[in-house]
């Protein structure tokens, strides 16, 4: 408990002592009152009833801390010099009234003047009020807003106020309830906020400008997401500080989002309008801007880690599946791919050449085989050894020429249909031959021997000379050779044109060559 020092106390005690002392011997005088003195409540009482005595009287002012519960608790206040009386109209009379009175309203009053016993307070019993109008103090506040409105303070384009805060900033008085209230509320719901504190008056004729320095440093400083300004309740004189011209514009000026929280939920303030948002009470406020709970932050977090971490994990698939799906075409169009491609081709196409040329080789053997055992059959045994040793003489000729030309089939497989006709011109030969000699051996067998053998001879010699003229190989031994196109087609002048790759095969090879010049011969000539 306080404990409070003053010298007048210790010089009224030792008077009172020594006064004591004097009238000891008085004992009568101690314990009771002197004569013609009185109680407080009779004091009371007859000033009370005094003042009843007095009046009826009419005066007139502006209301201000206007209170309206059963009864009607106002000031009534000069406009001259600040003067306030207070004032109560009963229900009885209230109900009467055809307005409802406010703050500011210039109003004149009739009544009487009361003391109440109770507290000893001084109070003006209204029995009727007439408006008289608005009082200077609210003519000079609308002026103002209607100044401030028209130069677009008020209706400018609002910031938004950010969902999530970081740091709050508090621009009140450091000793109000209003910061109190804040601070706890945001504490509460999102200790997570960090709040600081500009300390400024809220109230008299410094508070504008202490307000203005606060907001200002506020912005400077650049460490807040959004600021609240504002105070607790009051007397709309209290909260006159909060219509300042200049702080109005600096609110509305603030690069910063921010909140004004003036009085309790029924009081407004020009700053309310050139806020971005108005709250009825500085409580409000701090709700506001601790919207989003720490539970709610938590779970927040939680619920973007989630997202982020499966829009990883989905990103992550998407590249690696890409990834794949691109070795896999680099792969498939890699020149490595490219030549084992054409690799197992190549051996493809060995390999068919290969089996063609085993085939053909075998075809011949079977054929010459064939010829053998048909030659065989002829007599008599000596022609049969004389032209069995022609015949082979031609057949070694004729299985070089046959080997040399399969030496040659492994680079020109598409010639194999003109060696198969080259076959069947022989078959066809051979057969031919074959008769003539079944038909000569039977005119050696019915004529003369000597004569006959010498004309078969001749006749012999003469087939296998034409035969070995109609062997296209051996044409290319004279000299000779044939050109094919592209198709391996026999060409003449008709079916070429300059540009195009013919081939030439002459006896020991073949030669690739462009066609520069045609020259087609005259037909007369």
Same mark, same amino acid.
């Given at each position: ?41 009779? =004091?009371?009482?007859?000033? @009370?009833?005094? /003042?009843?005595?007095?009046?009826? /009287? *009419? ?14 608790? %106002?000031? +009534? ?44 307070? =001084?109070? =003006? ?28 303070? %008020? ?80 007397? =709309? ?50 709700? %506001? ?74 075809? /011949? ?12 059959? %002829? ?22 020429? +046959? ?44 004529? @003369? ?41 026999? *060409? ?34």
């Amino acid at each position: 408990m306080p404990q409070f020092y003053d010298e007048s106390l210790l010089d009224s005690d030792e008077q009172r002592s020594s006064s004591t002392n004097n009238s000891l011997s008085d004992s009568s005088m101690e314990g009771r009152p002197s004569d013609g003195s009185w109680s407080v409540s009779e =004091f009371l009482h007859q000033t @009370d009833s005094f /003042f009843k005595t007095l009046g009826p /009287f *009419v005066i007139y002012g502006e209301i201000s801390e206007i209170k309206n519960y059963n009864h009607i608790y %106002f000031k +009534l206040k000069d406009s001259s010099d600040g003067s306030t009386l207070d004032c109560v109209m009963w229900q009885s009379y209230s109900h009467r009234l055809n307005f409802v009175p406010k703050s500011g309203d210039k109003v004149e009053l009739s009544g009487n003047i009361s003391l109440f016993t109770k507290n000893g307070q =001084f109070k =003006f019993i209204a029995h009727s009020m007439r408006k008289l109008g608005i009082g200077s103090i609210m003519e000079r506040l609308n002026e103002l807003k209607r100044k401030l409105d028209a130069q677009g303070y %008020f209706s400018r384009e609002k910031k938004q106020i950010p969902q999530f805060v970081n740091t709050v900033g508090i621009v009140t008085s450091a000793d109000g309830r209003a910061a109190g209230d804040i601070i706890k509320t945001i504490e509460h719901r999102n200790p997570l906020i960090n709040i600081i504190l500009y300390p400024s008056l809220v109230q008299g004729a410094n508070a504008p400008q202490s307000l203005i320095s606060a907001l200002n440093l506020a912005i400077e400083h650049n460490k807040c997401d959004v600021i609240i300004i504002g105070r607790g309740g009051g007397s =709309f004189e209290d909260l006159l500080a909060f219509f300042d011209e200049d702080l109005v514009k600096a609110v509305a000026e603030c690069p910063i989002p921010i909140i004004s929280a003036v009085g309790h939920e029924a009081d407004y303030a020009f700053t309310d309008f050139a806020a971005d948002m108005r709250a009825a009470t500085p409580t409000r406020a701090a709700e %506001f801007v601790s919207s989003v709970l720490r539970s709610d932050l938590y779970y927040s977090v939680e619920q973007y880690v989630k997202k982020l971490t499966d829009a990883i994990y989905r990103i992550y698939d998407y590249e690696s599946m890409n990834l794949d799906h691109l070795c896999s075409r680099l792969k498939n169009s890699s020149p490595g791919m490219y030549v084992e491609n054409i690799s197992k081709q190549v051996d493809l196409l060995v390999n068919r050449m290969d089996r063609a040329s085993s085939d053909l080789v075998t075809d /011949f053997e079977r054929r010459l085989n064939s010829l053998k055992g048909r030659i065989s059959v %002829f007599e008599p045994s000596y022609y049969i050894e004389q032209e069995s040793s022609k015949v082979k003489n031609c057949l070694v000729r004729m299985n070089s020429a +046959l080997d040399r030309e399969f030496s040659q089939a492994r680079d020109r497989l598409n010639f194999d249909h003109r060696v198969l006709s080259l076959n069947s011109l022989i078959d066809k030969k051979v057969s031919t031959l074959s008769d003539r000699l079944n038909s000569l051996v039977n005119k050696v067998i019915q004529s @003369d021997t000597d004569e006959r053998l010498n004309t078969l001879n001749q006749t012999y010699i003469r087939t296998v000379t034409k035969l070995t003229s109609l062997n296209p190989l051996y044409i290319l031994n004279r000299g000779y050779s044939v050109t094919f196109d592209e198709n391996n087609h026999v *060409v003449n002048t008709d079916s070429l044109k300059k540009g195009d790759v013919i081939t030439t095969m002459l006896c020991d090879g073949r030669v690739k060559s462009e066609v520069i010049e045609i020259q087609k011969n005259d037909k007369d000539s």
